[in-house]
């Protein structure tokens, strides 16, 4: 599993260290942000999920950002493309 999301609160949890200039193997190596990882793991497993199926790729383009900006997520969705 890649764990993006995981990996990007992680970060967010250390400031003063250089984990955003490492590898992600790097950053992986280091203890403190080995347990900062689980501990989002951990965190994102105890939160429910909601689906919404949305056909229209102009709808899904405006609700994407909507519901980041709503529900206070959007520090962790930079909406680039894939």
């Not at 994407?64 to 909406?79: I, R």
Request: glycine share 2%; net charge negative; aromatic share 12%.
């Amino acid at each position: 599993m890649d764990a993006s999301l995981a990996f990007r609160i992680a970060i967010s949890k250390h400031p003063d260290r250089a984990v955003e200039t490492l590898t992600r193997s790097e950053a992986m190596q280091d203890p403190l942000f080995g347990i900062s990882f689980a501990e989002a793991q951990v965190y994102l497993r105890s939160l429910q999920v909601a689906f919404i199926a949305i056909e229209s790729p102009l709808e899904l383009y405006v609700f994407e950002p909507y519901c980041a900006l709503e529900l206070d997520t959007h520090q962790w969705n930079s909406f680039r493309t894939h």
